[in-house]
């Protein structure tokens, strides 16, 4: 897990940074801005989706986790379903202690392999989606209250603090749809909505934050169990 989050914190540092060339175009160049933001477009796209693949990188490797006995099993989890020969595999893998016939048949590939195939038409962008597949590695029932505290979200109470940041989350990922599969073209206008640096900065910052404070929790030592595997 360690791993995916590194990897999450590089991508959006490397996403952060295309804002060079939108600043030195506008600023040194003088391009307009118009002729440019699709720059910005991009780093929102980008951001977003780096979400997603971290959400999915978490839950592939909980998953492993479980198998190995190091994490403790979600009620959620115990709801999912392997195929008969994927656990057969896994057994003689880990239990077994038998050499694999290759590395697409190690446990953690054959399990990444099985989730990716089962998970390759889910988006980990929607509030429920986040909220459902976090739950298969994290044993929490107000996962969105404990985010929204942990990341200082604004709000008179729990209840507030965690609506906001769902509306938050939806906001982010519905611009990021507007560009991906409308070309950030508003109907009525038929022009380009508008867009700011400081828009796509804030976006990645709160995707950033989002990112972290989720894996601050399913890393948590109370995800984990005692046992040396």
Known sequence: MRKAL?????????????????????????????QVSDILRFQHVYAVSTLDRLIHELVSVGCLEIFLGKRIPTEKF?????????????????????????????????????????LKFVSFQAVDKINDW???????????????????ISGNDANERAKNLKQKLTVTVGRRHNIAHEADIDPVTEQKREITKAEVDSAID????????????????????????
């Open 206 to 229: 709160f995707i950033s934050a989002f990112g972290n404070a989720i894996g601050k929790f399913v890393t948590d030592a109370s995800c984990y169990t005692n046992t040396q595997v």
């Open 6 to 34: 590194s990897l999450f914190s590089r991508s959006l540092s490397q996403t952060r940074t295309m804002s060079a060339f939108y600043i030195h175009a506008v600023n040194t160049l003088n391009v307009p801005h118009e």
């Open 134 to 152: 976090l739950g298969v590695i994290w044993e929490e029932k107000q996962k969105f209250y404990k985010l929204a505290e942990e990341m200082g």
């Open 78 to 118: 115990s709801s999912l379903s392997f195929k008969s020969d994927i656990l057969m595999h896994i057994k003689k893998d880990i239990y077994d202690a038998c050499t694999p016939e290759s590395i697409i048949t190690t446990a953690s590939s054959m399990i990444d392999r099985e989730l990716r195939g089962s």
